[in-house]
């Protein structure tokens, strides 16, 4: 297939409450830059409970500013 997003990376980022549906999420982003050529990472947090808690994750700030890094 011939895209311009050939080559270039698809970031997904995503956080859910439970454990629960991430990796259903996951499923058609990794699909779709497959399909089209593109690099694919993704940054899924599970047990993130209610927005904003996220931040109180171990570990969870460094993790997203070394995917961004890698991305940049």
């Known amino acids: 297939m011939k895209t311009p997003l ?13 454990d629960v549906g991430l990796n259903a ?14 690099k694919f990472i993704a940054l899924l947090v599970p047990n993130a409970g209610v927005s904003g808690n996220i931040k109180n994750k171990p570990g969870i700030r460094k993790k997203a500013i070394a995917l961004g890094k890698k991305v940049a």
């Not at 050939?6 to 439970?18: D, I, P, Q, R």
């Open 6 to 18: 050939k080559g270039k990376t698809l970031v997904l980022m995503a956080s859910a409450f439970e």
């Open 25 to 38: 999420l996951r499923k058609p982003f990794a699909l779709t830059a497959e399909y089209t050529g593109m």
